[in-house]
């Protein structure tokens, strides 16, 4: 066995992960509630009541950044995306950077290129997504679109000190209180 592939396990042994997961957790996904595209509109609108609605989705503002906002109901996903810029001016050492930072900083927040061009994403099942999950979720995906070509990072995981961990709570708290009454 190569050298890689044992280091994989390593690291999924202590991770705890198993493949197709624990009966316990299979069982709590088939208990989770389903968010509807219909309760998809209500949290969106209260996050930006300028959101507009088109199809399975919504154009919105997210800390100031166009977001697009889109569920297939069919396939059970949801994806939010904040567009960053072109993908043929991205420099080596950034397209390293986004992906280490997909592995450690970004959290629920990924960097992806689609289109030519390069995006802060969150994507999450529909079974299990609650308000707060999905709050959540966008607000990463906003600082992660800030954050590119400096931190890198969703806001999460970070060492103190600066005015950044600040202005990032600020977001959510702002998106969280917005959500409050529904």
Not at 35 to 61: Q, S
Not at 110 to 121: K, M, T
């Amino acid at each position: 066995m190569g050298r890689i592939a044992i280091a994989m396990i390593c690291v999924c042994a202590l991770w705890g992960w198993v493949p197709g997961g624990s009966a316990s957790e299979t069982h709590h996904m088939a208990d989770a509630p389903i968010m509807t595209i219909a309760r998809l509109g209500e949290i969106a609108t209260a996050l930006d009541p300028d959101a507009v609605h088109h199809g399975n989705g919504w154009r919105m503002r997210i800390g100031g950044q166009v977001t697009l906002l889109t569920a297939d109901a069919a396939a059970g996903r949801l994806r939010a995306m904040i567009p960053i810029g072109r993908a043929d001016e991205m420099k080596k050492v950034e397209l390293q950077r986004m992906l280490q930072a997909n592995f450690d900083s970004a959290l629920d927040g990924r960097y992806a290129i689609a289109r030519g061009l390069v995006w802060s994403v969150f994507v999450h099942p529909l079974r299990g997504l609650d308000k707060d999950h999905l709050i959540a979720g966008l607000a990463q995906a906003a600082i992660l679109a800030r954050t590119y070509g400096t931190l890198y990072s969703s806001g999460g995981l970070q060492f103190g000190g600066g005015d950044s961990p600040d202005l990032q709570r600020d977001l959510l708290n702002e998106l969280l209180r917005r959500g409050e009454d529904l």
